[in-house]
């Protein structure tokens, strides 16, 4: 098993970029102790080095990140700030003290299945939209914050009607979180929310489907990309009062918006 930096992991910032490819070579370099060297004397001595380094690469890399979402005054940087802080705070926590070879080991696959998944869903979940969301607010006014243009036309006639359809559930759901209080609306805001996740399991599916009809190679970062946004639309965190869940709302579909849009863009276009 390798991982690889493809192109839907690339930001288009080169330090960024550099910096997460070296992530996934690290990743390799664990997958590769783990995998040929059990037994080797020094095997414990590496996995230690490798846990390290982890902690190391995300101190400096999650400082270079925020340092240039504030530069840039980046709408993302503290949903990026608290998304830092919780894998910190999950490998700052590993402890190899006192431990044998076998607890290390048990301890380095649990952390490469975590690391895995938190990576892909982040730089395709948060750092692939690093400098998308102003750009894209600035470009659609509100009242029809989610157009679709014909910039995001693929050719493929399911897909850009289905598109149509996924930017007009957002597009009315921003309207109503914009034009009336929650506490008149919140169940109807709550109900396009739900509209827009089946709708989009249900493009999603169709648009999977084709792909595999026609050999598409980039299938499987098209599945990963549609993991990480279905996620985002699960995991629904509203606060405790009304001005927590006005907030939260506008948030969420900022970055669905941004999401789609770069996701249409980025990787959609290139379906064949």
């Known amino acids: 098993m390798t991982f690889q930096f493809t192109d839907d992991c ?30 080797i004397p020094d095997e414990s001595q590496k996995l230690e080095t490798y846990i390290a380094r982890l902690k190391e690469y995300g101190q400096i890399h999650f400082s270079h990140e925020e340092a240039y979402m504030e ?24 402890d190899l003290m006192d431990l044998n070879h076998e607890e290390k080991r048990k301890i380095l696959e649990d952390m490469l299945q975590y690391l895995t998944k938190w990576l892909y869903h982040h730089i395709l979940g948060s750092d692939t939209l690093i400098g998308k969301i102003r750009h894209l607010a600035a470009e659609n006014p509100r009242g029809n914050y989610c157009a679709f243009t014909p910039k995001y036309a693929t050719g493929i006639s399911q897909i850009d009607e289905e598109h149509k359809g996924l930017f007009e559930i957002i597009n009315n759901a921003y309207n109503l979180v914009e034009e009336n209080t929650l506490g008149d609306k919140y169940d109807e805001i709550m109900t396009v929310i739900d509209q827009l996740e089946e709708y989009t399991k249900v493009h999603f599916s169709h648009e999977e489907e084709y792909m595999a009809s026609t050999n598409y190679p ?7 990309a549609h993991d990480v946004f279905l996620s985002k639309l699960e995991d629904k965190d509203f606060g405790e009062n009304e001005s927590d ?24 276009k290139g379906i064949i």
Do not use: C, P
Not at 22 to 30: D, E, G, S, V
Not at 71 to 94: C, G, P, S
């Open 10 to 39: 690339i930001i288009g910032i080169e330090q960024i970029d550099v910096e997460h490819q070296y992530l996934f070579t690290i990743m390799n370099q664990i997958v590769d102790t783990l995998e040929h060297n059990e037994g």
């Open 218 to 224: 980039h299938i499987e970062a098209q599945k990963r």
């Open 71 to 94: 530069e840039h005054q980046d709408l993302e940087l503290e949903r990026q700030k608290r998304e830092h802080k919780y894998f910190m705070t999950r490998l700052n926590a590993i």
């Open 245 to 268: 869940q006005q907030a939260y709302l506008e948030d969420l579909l900022d970055f669905l918006f941004a999401w789609l849009s770069n996701h249409i863009l980025k990787m959609d």
